[in-house]
């Protein structure tokens, strides 16, 4: 049936969720307090890159499906996608998600849903969400069914995976649960699971939880095959032929908003408890400073001042988004240790050190990092690399190159988890 929705917070998810709703059928006012956001929508333009996305905007602005607003309208239904980022101890940040569920309340009509997307806390529907909800004087539950309903996209395949994956919503009673999936059934074609709300926030949190502690396990298992003297990318290739073993892949470090991020909330709740995730946490963070280390170890006999070219600064492949990013924390230690630094990174429009292509930036380099596996690298003419750079030494962080191609082209090849030869 459709309904008039209101979408607060148009980032990574608000926005492609905008686009979805609007598509299958709904009014859709999309709302964010940054100008930037709601200038660019009125004009159905995207200021994130997505695949795909920009093109659905467009459309369901031109339809008048979609339309953005500064200020919350009344709707059938409220979906507050807000970011909840961690504050500088550890602790999740819920100003937004306070801000955005106070925009609404003086809107809120008998029969209306409330949704909250954003990653949170346990408790925080039952104990953050409702109190302000109250507000309204509606009864939650019976006038106003209120819920929470987390994403699993991948950014970079975002509208598939809101449409395919499978989906879990905790509703503060059975009610509320059943017409918030009424609502996502326009879209979802995935299973939708339901469940109470504590539950709901927990899967959420312990999904990412999941992904961080066994991509520290890689990591931790990195550092123990450079100290044995071994390949760890082998290692791991040989263990996951088992049937039920499936070891994630080492790296210079853990970043986005999500992984990097999601465990701690479970640390808040939960301090005493928590201690493999706050120690894996802690080592996917050390991985930078391990990068750093070895970087140090290559140029201990290169004289005087030395420049390193980093390839890619975003916190994972083929994407633009570097929060979070451990190779910004790398690039801060080399900052401080004075080293003259050029980047590469195709999907980054504007960085310091940014340099247009790599040739220009390996220039005098001595010393090429490989950071982050965008597609684009794998096309890096090492024969002129090998023309421009003071020093033919490359540190692969991800297992990318091709040691024995850039071997052959003259380069010393150095690969984070396998010692040096
Ligand atoms: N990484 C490794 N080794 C690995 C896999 C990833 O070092 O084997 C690093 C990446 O380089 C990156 C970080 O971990 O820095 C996170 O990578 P990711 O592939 O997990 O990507 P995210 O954070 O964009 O997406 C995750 C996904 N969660 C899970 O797969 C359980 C996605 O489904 C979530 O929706 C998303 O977090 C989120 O928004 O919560």
Redesign the pocket.
Known sequence: MKQKMCIIGLG??GLPTAAMFACNGHKVIGVDTNNKIIDALEKGEVIIKEPYLKNMIEQEVVSGNLTASKEPQEADAFIIAVPTPLTKDKKADMSLVKKATESIVPYLRKGNIVVLES?SPTGTVKNFIIPILKKSGLKIGEELYVGYCP?????GQILF?LVNNNRIIGGIDRKSAEKIKDLYQTFVKGEIYLTDTTTAEIC?IV??T??DV??AF??ELAKICENIGTDVWRVIKLCNKHPRVNI????P????????V?PWFIVEKNPELARIIKLARETNDSMPQFIFNKIENILKNTKGAKKVTILGIT???NIDDTRE??IINLIKLLEKHNHKISVVDPCVKEFRYKVENVAEAAKDSNLLVLAVNHKDFKEIDFDNLAKKMRNKIVLDTRNYFDKNIIERKGFKYYLLGKANE
Do not use: F, M
């Open positions: 990574y998810i990653t994403e699993r996209v991948l950014p995976e959420k999904e990412n999941y992904r066994n991509i890689a990591n994630h892949q080492p790296g470090g853990v970043g986005g908003h999500c992984l990097a999601d916190y994972k492949a990013s451990p």
